[in-house]
């Protein structure tokens, strides 16, 4: 039987990576979007050389790899390049994504759930390849805090919270302790094993 497909989606620095591990520890089988791109960007020839072609050589270290901060540096100055980038590598996450899926479907004993965290999830019209739909807010002041790169514009791209709230069969405000998160992630896995029975 298939997993039941999860998506977490939210803000940055609202606490998708740590929920995401939550799930993990709960018993559903995880990827991030960002390790599919990682996986991408370190063997997948093609997209090394449609980078190169669109965004220049100096996106590449002394070995020839490509340098995601210098990347993002050039990405996240200059929208065209940015909406490249996304174009190309939307469709290639969600292929892999789903062929991962189907590799853990055709287990001899799949995972009963499957998560991926998806930061653009409504914004690439993502959501409609999972089963649920997980949303972790925080408050902006919050987000700003936690957030681990320098600020752009990418948030106002994003879809306001609320929206997402609404949208999705799960929310949680992401202002307490990772205990709080982790019980509430555990309530949500019971939840969707009971489904799945």
Same mark, same amino acid.
């Given at each position: 039987?298939? /997993?039941?497909?999860?998506?977490?989606?939210?803000? @940055?620095?609202?606490? #998708?990576?740590?929920?995401?591990?939550?799930?993990?520890?709960?018993?559903?089988?995880?990827?991030?979007?960002?390790?599919?791109?990682?996986?991408?960007?370190?063997?997948?020839?093609?997209?090394?050389?449609?980078?190169?072609?669109?965004?220049?050589?100096? @996106?590449? %270290? %002394?070995?020839?790899?490509?340098?995601?901060?210098?990347?993002?540096? @050039?990405?996240?100055?200059?929208?065209? #390049?940015?909406d490249f980038l996304e174009g190309l590598?939307? /469709?290639?996450?969600?292929?892999?994504?789903?062929?991962?899926?189907?590799?853990?479907?055709?287990?001899? #004993?799949?995972?009963?759930?499957?998560?991926?965290?998806?930061?653009?999830?409504y914004e690439s019209g993502g959501e409609t390849r999972f089963d649920k739909v997980v949303v972790i807010t925080a408050p902006a002041k919050l987000r700003e805090q936690r957030r681990r790169v320098p600020r752009d514009d990418r948030d106002d791209r994003l879809l306001p919270d609320r929206e997402k709230r609404k949208r999705a069969d799960f929310s949680y405000v992401n202002i307490g302790s990772l205990e709080e998160l982790d019980a509430w992630v555990g309530g949500v896995m019971t939840e969707l094993t009971a489904e799945r029975t």
């Open positions: 039987m298939r /997993p039941l497909a999860v998506a977490i989606t939210g803000g @940055i620095g609202a606490g #998708k990576s740590e929920a995401l591990y939550a799930f993990q520890e709960h018993g559903a089988a995880t990827v991030s979007s960002d390790e599919i791109v990682h996986h991408l960007l370190a063997t997948n020839d093609d997209v090394r050389a449609a980078m190169v072609a669109e965004l220049g050589e100096a @996106i590449l %270290d %002394d070995e020839g790899r490509i340098d995601r901060g210098r990347v993002a540096e @050039i990405v996240f100055a200059d929208r065209a #390049k940015l590598l939307h /469709p290639l996450v969600a292929a892999e994504y789903l062929r991962w899926r189907e590799q853990l479907a055709a287990l001899p #004993k799949p995972p009963a759930v499957c998560v991926t965290e998806v930061p653009l999830l």
